[in-house]
């Protein structure tokens, strides 16, 4: 059975033709004809979420994993607001989430009506594009509904892709329904070009290349795939470029010219040798990095020439040096330019950075192998243990800082909710993306991010392949290590910190993981923690598993900043 409703099916018809399968429900009435549609055709995977703020982030994860679009659906009012979170991290990272939302139609807007707000526009800062469709009275209504969705679905399955907003206006009755198969609606296909540099940006840009002795790469978050890997190798090898890729850029390079713990080396550079790590060509693409230290070293050892790569063209001048903007995938300038011969002899630089961090990386296992147990040692046992070709998502706060600061993590999918950096959601999120993949879906997570987003255990989809790792330090321990906002002197100061930057609190999770169904583990030392990752990662474990891991604040704080002040002490002499 489907809604008699023509628009809705006019939806459900063209999601189809453009292949997009995955719909996130959430339970509602404005919304009825849109479930009774999309759950009762039995074309699509249907499932249903309660909480909207995690059904976004969950959708999302769904999203990443399946490499398509995903469809949320929700009611009026405070419903469609709480999708505003995924909205925004989807928007942020380039995620084609279709966000669709149930209304009153506009003559009863703003009328002291139930359960209803202004939906217009409401995710306006955060989409890519958005329409509210007319109702469904007359054909010419049909028709501009058809162009609408068209028009919005094509931008979600673009080479630009990003989140849409339907707002649906729906009118009494809200659930009638006919036992009918959905119609066949004319589909407006979008088409997808190539762009190329044109023969004048090629020459331009090969004589950048050519004139620059220190080439730097900076790859930011991305989900990255072969083509861009062979694409960026054979660009480093001909050019001698030094790549810093985070673990979030999940490139997986082959050549000696990767840097994956940037924040390391930066850490150990002094004002006397800034010169031999400053580029004089700066190549960027994919979105944030964690590294705040290369942020803060390249705007102040800005490049003479920084190109930024963009499909869709975004001028991103987060160096404050940005000369020349591409529209295009990275992997094709890439493969345009690896086509050149460098006159110059490549290499230099790169050794720079490799001994650099060949260096560092000595006093970071020198230093984390007789550090007391802790976060930082606790997440590096964690990454050191999870199974090769699986999955790690880090959620933010100083969990995602140590896991960049890891050196010799191979062959995994690295993830996390970076392109707002918010703690609301990475639970749902990594619960969304395990529930349809085979691997071992491993995430860390702190304490506060964990129990503001616990609502991502409420639903039917944790995956036996769903392993959580919370590392429980009693607050918002990030805040110890940033603007030494913990030692600030007074006892005014340190009150202020314990209750409103670190909100300290004392809760476990051990009853939540069994009010959901989860094993639960946990570990508060070294020891301990080594043979619960025994038994988390046991070849035959089928059941998700939560691993409480317990540290304490002050050790963390103190493990964490120790390790850059020896850094600074070999090379800064600080
Ligand atoms: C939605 C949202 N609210 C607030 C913040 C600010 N914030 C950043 S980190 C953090 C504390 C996180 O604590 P926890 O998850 O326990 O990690 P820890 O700092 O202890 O590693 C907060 C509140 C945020 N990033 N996102
Ligand atoms: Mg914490």
Redesign the pocket.
């Known amino acids: 059975m489907i809604s008699t409703k023509r628009h809705i099916q006019q939806l459900a018809s063209l999601l189809l033709s453009k292949n997009i399968f995955d719909i996130v429900l959430c339970p509602g009435s404005r919304n009825g004809p849109l479930i009774h549609t999309l759950a009762g055709c039995g074309q699509f995977d249907c499932r249903v979420i309660v909480d909207e703020r995690s059904a976004g982030y969950f959708a999302l994860g769904l999203s990443q994993a399946k490499q398509n679009p995903v469809v949320i659906v929700c009611s009026s009012g405070t419903a469609a607001v709480n999708f505003s979170p995924a909205v925004a991290e989807a928007f942020y990272q380039n995620i084609p989430l279709i966000v669709v939302t149930a209304d009153r139609p506009a003559y009863w807007i703003d009328q002291l009506e139930n359960q209803c707000i202004n939906q217009t526009n409401l995710y306006r800062n955060f989409v890519k594009h958005s329409c509210s469709l007319p109702l469904e009275a007359t054909d010419s209504q049909l028709w501009h509904a058809a162009r609408l969705i068209n028009d919005i679905l094509n931008t979600a399955v673009s080479d630009t892709p990003g989140p849409v907003h339907i707002n649906i206006p729906l009118e009494e009755p809200l659930h009638q329904t006919v036992d009918e198969p959905l119609p066949d609606i004319k589909v407006v296909e979008a088409t997808n070009t190539s762009i190329h540099l044109d023969e004048k940006a090629l020459a331009i840009v090969t004589e950048d290349i050519r004139k620059a002795d220190n080439i730097l790469v900076i790859a930011g978050q991305s989900p990255g795939n072969a083509e861009i890997d062979n694409a960026l190798t054979l660009f480093a090898q001909k050019t001698g470029a030094v790549v810093v890729a985070e673990y979030l850029a999940n490139l997986k390079l082959s050549v000696d010219c990767c840097c994956a713990c940037p924040e390391l080396v930066l850490g150990s550079i002094s004002h006397a040798d800034a010169a031999v790590f400053q580029p004089d060509l700066l190549i960027t693409f994919g979105r944030h990095l964690v590294s705040k230290r290369i942020r803060e070293f390249l705007r102040a050892h800005k490049p003479h020439t920084h190109i930024h790569l963009d499909a869709d063209g975004g001028h991103r001048d987060t160096y404050q040096a940005l000369t020349r903007v591409c529209a295009m995938p990275p992997k094709l300038f890439f493969e345009q330019l690896a086509e050149m011969q460098r006159p110059k002899s490549p290499g230099d630089y790169a050794k720079t950075w490799k001994h650099r961090e060949h260096d560092v990386l000595q006093i970071y296992q020198h230093y984390l192998y007789q550090a007391p147990f802790s976060?930082f040692t606790a997440c590096t046992r964690v990454l050191n243990a999870v199974p090769e070709h699986s999955v790690i998502h880090l959620?933010?706060?100083?969990?995602v800082r140590y896991a960049v600061l890891t050196p010799g993590i191979k062959g995994i999918t690295c993830l996390g909710n970076r392109g707002t950096?918010?703690?609301?959601g990475s639970l749902s999120t990594a619960v969304g993306y395990a529930s349809c993949h085979l691997q071992i879906n491993t995430l860390i997570?702190?304490?506060?991010?964990?129990f503001y987003d616990a609502n991502g255990l409420w639903n039917k989809y944790l995956g036996n392949n769903l392993r959580i790792v919370l590392?429980n330090?009693g607050?918002?321990?990030?805040?110890n290590f940033v603007e030494n906002l913990a030692d600030r002197p007074g006892d005014e100061n340190q009150a202020v910190f314990q209750n409103y930057f670190f909100a300290g609190h004392s809760a476990k999770a051990k009853g939540l993981a069994s009010a959901f169904g989860l094993a639960y583990l946990h570990a508060d030392s070294n020891s301990r923690l080594d043979k619960a990752l025994e038994e988390f990662y046991a070849p035959d474990r089928a059941v998700p598993t939560l691993l409480e891991v317990f540290t304490d604040a002050c050790t963390n704080t103190t493990v964490f900043k120790g390790l850059f002040s020896k850094i600074k002490r070999k090379y800064l002499n600080i």
């Open positions: 976060d959620g933010n706060s100083s969990t950096s918010g703690i609301d997570i702190g304490d506060l991010s964990f590392l330090n607050g918002g321990n990030i805040f």
